[in-house]
């Protein structure tokens, strides 16, 4: 294992198996998602992406709270400026959507591991996501409507797990919801008890990393491509998708080593 921190606020640790850890290590802000939060999470995905030796990301976090979202102590200061924040408000957005899009889009599977509580554009980054696991402690919330702010971008992140009802009840009660109730509506995959939590994520991932890592690129593109299509523009698109998969050397070595009886050896080509 080779640590390497980034920063006194982000740290990101190399697993075997090709498994990344990034850490969100502000505890003290509640791990919020400032400006140097979002640009060193930014960073790291971008790397990670072109790194052929990253096969998994994992994002955690220290301390009880995974993300309180944007930091509003950095916000309420760009008030003081000539137009009122609205240039800084809007960076900071455009910052954070590339930042969580950058999650859907990165060619590695992302799996979040919440150990706390995620809330308003932390609950965003869990549902931004492709798999979720928590402990017991965890709780989930879009509490942006208590303070006269709603949660308009973590809306988009949770309407594209949850439904409608789900999405909204989280969105304009602002209330906390357990994990226990969070992996029911389909915010989180699962939930563990607090000591199991980094394991369970650990292995899950250490399985997908087994997997080609070309199919795992091709698959989670096409699954996020077609979500939104209707059903005979999905099917057109994910049959050519599936011709063009067929055609690449590890998906004749998988057909191959299945019907010889044998692991597959992935060349990820």
């Not at 096969?55 to 760009?78: P, Q, W």
């Not at 439904?163 to 915010?187: F, Q, R, V, Y």
């Amino acid at each position: 294992m080779n640590l390497k921190k980034n920063s006194e606020i982000l740290e990101i640790v190399y697993l075997n198996h090709g498994i990344m850890r990034i850490n969100l290590n502000d505890p003290t802000n509640l791990n919020a998602l400032s400006e140097k939060m979002i640009d060193l999470i930014q960073k790291n995905l971008d790397e990670a992406a072109l790194n052929k030796d990253v096969r998994v990301i994992i994002i955690s976090s220290e301390g009880s709270t995974f993300s309180s979202g944007h930091d509003l102590k950095e916000l309420k200061s760009a008030r003081k400026n000539q137009d009122k924040g609205k240039s800084f408000f809007n960076k900071i957005m455009v910052k954070c959507s590339k930042m969580m899009q950058s999650i859907i889009k990165n060619p590695k599977p992302v799996i979040a591991e919440v150990g706390g509580t995620a809330t308003a554009a932390g609950c965003q980054l869990v549902a931004s996501c492709d798999l979720a696991y928590a402990n017991k402690l965890a709780k989930f919330a879009t509490p942006g409507v208590n303070i006269g702010l709603f949660c308009s971008t973590p809306m988009v992140a949770l309407s594209r797990n949850l439904s409608n009802k789900h999405s909204m009840e989280m969105l304009l009660t602002g209330e906390l919801i357990s994990s226990d109730k969070a992996c029911k509506i389909g915010l989180i995959n699962d939930v563990l008890e607090n000591d199991k939590l980094k394991k369970h994520t650990q292995n899950q991932a250490i399985k997908i990393s087994k997997k080609s890592s070309l199919t795992l690129k091709i698959g989670k593109e096409a699954f996020y491509n077609q979500i939104n299509m209707s059903l005979s523009e999905a099917y057109d698109y994910a049959s050519n998708v599936m011709v063009q998969n067929m055609l690449k050397l590890d998906a004749e070595e998988g057909i191959n080593a299945f019907l010889e009886k044998r692991p597959p050896y992935w060349q990820d080509k």
